[in-house]
């Protein structure tokens, strides 16, 4: 676990899991020759249009290792579903499923995508048990957070990153919650596409359940771009460093 993944207490974030599944993902599908890249010369796009993330108990050290499988869990038709669970040591610390779908870059309309992932292996259950996740009903709004969008906000398709939105709905949330709070389920469901130069604003409600929030993303047109729930529950600051890492030893 590098840098990238790990958060102020140096240790595995949801922004991690979250990159770490999709560059997963990214691997299995350049396998077939069907990455980003690959159809992009058949005028075609990759898009995610929702994800969930559910984790338990404590979060890998920076320099730990963890192990990522991922696995499409049911045929392809239009959408393409990818479930994966990410583990310490023989733990499953994480669970997660997304939704993709391909899209014609010039029309935006969706590909059949059974007949691109016709060579993909599939057929795994959800890693979740279900297929699809609601989101609660919003309460009032609590907090209302601006993001100006800049160049690192962006990814291949120069849209705003899924990413970035997961960002954003952090950077939303006071540091001091932050700090006494750890995240344990996460939905994202994306809607319209956002692009570099927009400001960003992020809304965020109350909802029946304490420490459970909404979050609903709309660019400077009023657009509503990504909708997202996540709760947390208490947690005790923790800077102890494993006894145990490989990277003291030598």
């Known amino acids: 676990m590098t840098n990238a993944l790990m958060g102020p207490d140096y240790r595995f974030t949801a922004v991690g899991a979250q990159t770490l599944a999709q560059d997963c993902f990214a691997v299995l599908m350049a396998h077939y020759h069907v990455a980003a890249f690959d159809l992009r010369h058949r005028s075609l796009m990759w898009i995610i ?42 733990r499953v610390f994480c669970t997660g499923d997304s939704i993709w779908a391909i899209l014609d870059i010039q029309s935006r309309k969706p590909a059949v995508a059974a007949d691109i992932l016709s060579q993909v292996d599939c057929g795994q259950e959800p890693a979740s048990g279900i297929r699809r996740h609601k989101l609660p009903l919003a309460g009032n709004t609590v907090i209302t957070h601006r993001h100006q969008t800049n160049i690192s906000d962006t990814d291949f398709n ?26 344990i389920d996460v939905d994202m469901k994306f809607q319209r596409e956002a692009f570099l130069g927009r400001e960003l604003t992020c809304r965020v409600a109350e909802t029946a359940t304490p420490d459970s929030w909404i979050y609903t993303i709309t660019d400077d047109s009023g657009t509503v771009c990504c909708q997202a729930a996540a709760t947390y529950i208490q947690s005790e600051p923790d800077d102890r460093c494993p006894d145990n890492l490989d990277i003291r030893k030598g």
């Open 49 to 90: 249009s929702e994800f969930s993330m559910h984790f338990d108990g404590e979060m890998p050290f920076w320099g730990e290792t963890v192990t990522i499988e991922l696995w499409l869990s049911g045929k392809p038709s239009v959408k393409v579903y990818a479930d994966y669970r990410i583990s310490h040591k023989g």
């Open 158 to 183: 120069s849209h705003v990153s899924n990413i970035t939105y997961m960002k954003v709905c952090r950077n939303a949330m006071p540091q001091d919650y932050l700090s006494a709070h750890t995240m």
